[in-house]
């Protein structure tokens, strides 16, 4: 053996095992599946076109079910204390709960998050590759990079795959030299910013409990009540969301984890409000007496506005 590697006989066709082509066609095989663990946006794209399309035609002819089920409830605003981020903890495929500790809310670096919507394995492997970038633009350029430059760069992914079933909205929260944002961006390569997001299954629900109860002048503790109290009551009317309802407060020194609380206490909390809120300015958001005060508040400003035009007429 050690003759024939000296001389170069070994190479020859016919001095090959009898496995050899197999086994180098098997590991052409596996590094063009694994293309992605050298370079990350290589992905094996299916041996078809428009995979969004033809998939389902595919697995229809071969009388196969496949239907990819998902829902969850993740939610962010800006207000005069930073900007909240809030999200469920339940993973379903279908009627099935896969698992109810999911982390939806991933630390990208020390001043910004992102959250997960949408199919499990696009939202986790994307949010990787993400922090990634963010860590080797911090190692190249002595500097964090900003969040719009990430939102961008998670855009242009999205384009890239756009139509080959890649399923994922996303809100990037953080700080910056200029100051809080919050961005959306899903797999259509949509980016919006503004300061009030929900995105999930359950997003209507919360919405609702914001629509109502956010304000810009909010307080640390009324912040953190109107997001939990969002992600509680659609975790109540969704089915798919769940779990533990999980709160991040990012501010210009960094992401603090405030709060990590099941969705059964909270219904204990609040189920057992006390009624004592009346004319309370502390009061929390979006509880019914907040609610009803409101709404005394608003009527009463319109009959004042209603008598002064009045007057004014006159």
Known sequence: MALEAIS???????????DEVQKKWDLQQIQIATSNFTNPYSLMAPP???PAV?????????????????GTTT??????????????????????????????????????????AGGAADCVYW?????????????????????????????????????MGLVMGMILA????????????????????GSVFSVGSGS??????????????????????????AIYHATRKDAYSGGIVRLYHITDKGWRNVSNT?????????????MNYENNPNMPCTSREWILQKLRQDVQAQMAAVTTEKAVNV
């Open 8 to 18: 170069g006989v070994n190479k020859l066709p016919f001095m090959n095992k009898f």
């Open 48 to 50: 078809f076109e428009n």
């Open 54 to 70: 033809n998939l389902p035609k595919i697995l229809e002819h071969c009388k196969v079910r496949m239907e990819f089920d998902h």
């Open 75 to 116: 939610l962010g605003f800006k207000y005069q204390g930073g900007v909240v981020l809030c999200a469920d903890s339940r993973a379903t495929s279908g009627e099935y709960i896969g698992s109810q500790t999911m982390k939806k809310i991933v630390e990208l670096n020390n001043y910004m998050l992102g959250t997960l």
């Open 127 to 163: 949010d990787r590759v993400l922090a990634r970038e963010c860590r080797l633009h911090e190692l190249r350029y002595k500097r964090r990079i900003s969040v719009d430059a990430a939102a961008r760069m998670m855009c242009n992914i999205c384009a890239e795959y756009k139509g």
């Open 174 to 193: 953080g700080c910056d030299d200029e100051g809080s944002k919050l961005i959306y961006v899903d797999s259509e390569g949509m980016r919006s910013h």
């Open 204 to 229: 209507p629900y919360a919405l609702g409990v914001l629509d109502t109860g956010y304000r810009w002048d909010l307080s640390n503790e009324e912040a953190y009540d109107l997001a939990r109290r």
């Open 262 to 274: 099941d969705c059964h206490e909270l219904h204990d909390v609040f189920e057992n409000q006390p």
